[in-house]
Nanobody, 124 residues
Framework: QVQLVESGGGLVQAGGSLRLSCAAS????????MAWFRQAPGKERDFVIS????????SYADSVKGRFTISRDYAKNTVYLQMTSLKPEDTAVYYC?????????????????WGQGTQVTVSS
């Protein structure tokens, strides 16, 4: 049974940084694409960034290019989202997601597994 557990959310001032973690368990993820989505109140869940576990190739939403990076730690089975130069519009619940396969999976329906989400609030 796949489990994804996010952590690291919190309150940060605009311009600050935050790192989110997604601890994955339940299977081997080498053939998986891992992603982060976010959902602000009253809005749809939007793709942020993804990484193909085995080779580290990444995809980014235009809104976070140059500010957010994604990485993975094989030993810890954990994916990280490093967020810098945060803006108030980055405020949302951030979700970790996973699915088998490699492609530019950018819609929520593409993903089979989800974490519970972690709140990120950026104050102006």
């Amino acid at each position: 049974q796949v489990q994804l557990v996010e952590s690291g959310g919190g309150l940060v001032q605009a311009g600050g940084s935050l790192r989110l973690s997604c601890a994955a368990s339940g299977r081997t993820f080498s053939s998986y694409t891992m992603a982060w989505f976010r959902q602000a109140p009253g809005k749809e869940r939007d793709f942020v960034i993804s990484i193909y576990w085995i080779d580290g190739s990444t995809s980014y939403a235009d809104s976070v290019k140059g500010r957010f990076t994604i990485s993975r730690d094989y030993a810890k089975n954990t994916v990280y989202l490093q967020m810098t130069s945060l803006k108030p519009e980055d405020t949302a619940v951030y979700y970790c997601a996973a699915r088998n396969g490699r492609r530019a999976f950018i819609t929520p329906d593409d993903y089979d597994y989800w974490g519970q989400g972690t709140q990120v609030t950026v104050s102006s």
